[in-house]
């Protein structure tokens, strides 16, 4: 059973991917990895709600973690839901948010990613996940010996590398910026003591 404090973290991350995804990716058009990644390219090409492509998506994931590990589904299922839920709450916001604070292309791709790692850094400290590839990455770190912000990257850059086929080079460059900034801030939140 968790606890509040673990509770409370989990929701704050979810806060954190939800303002990286709205405020910072969305406006500009940018991919993030991973299922959010794949949600984001379904967003833009057919208009579909974010954080329902987001529970979509997950389902498979899901799945796998139900049938090979009830421990890690019941952790990850507060992860998803909230963060898919702010994801839609967050997003009539984004027009006040972008009258009033003007980034750069370059400089939201850093930052969105920075903060969407960070959420995720968070939630894999706190034995969550938000069920995508990060779920995905904890399963494959038990049989790969490797830092589960470089399975998140790589995962991530594969993602962007099939979603470069609909999305410009400048796109394309602001989400590789995107996916390391992601990278590092979830490998800082996810080190060994």
């Not at 993030?32 to 208009?47: E, K, M, P, R, V």
């Not at 009033?100 to 930052?111: K, P």
């Not at 995962?155 to 460059?173: C, N, P, R, V, Y």
């Amino acid at each position: 059973m968790r606890s509040f404090p673990s509770y409370v973290i989990i929701l704050l991350a979810s806060l954190l991917i939800a303002t990286g995804t709205n405020f910072f990716l969305v406006p500009y058009k940018i991919l993030d990895g991973g299922i959010i990644g794949i949600a984001l390219i379904i967003n833009y090409i057919s208009g579909t709600k974010i954080g329902l492509c987001i529970m979509l998506c997950s389902l498979p994931i899901f799945l796998l973690a139900w049938f090979r590990q009830r421990e890690i589904f019941y952790n990850s299922i507060l992860g998803l839901l909230a963060s898919s839920l702010l994801i839609e709450l967050l997003f009539p916001l984004q027009y006040y948010f972008l009258y009033y604070i003007e980034l750069g292309s370059i400089s939201s791709a850093i930052i969105g990613g920075f903060l969407m790692g960070t959420g995720l850094g968070l939630m894999l400290r706190f034995k969550a996940s938000t069920g995508g590839t990060d779920l995905l990455a904890r399963f494959i770190q038990r049989y790969i010996p490797l830092n589960v912000g470089l399975i998140i990257f790589l995962t991530d850059f594969l993602i962007i590398g099939a979603g470069g086929i609909l999305i410009s080079k400048e796109t394309f460059f602001h989400s590789i910026l995107t996916i390391i900034a992601g990278g590092v801030a979830t490998g800082l939140c996810t080190l060994e003591e």
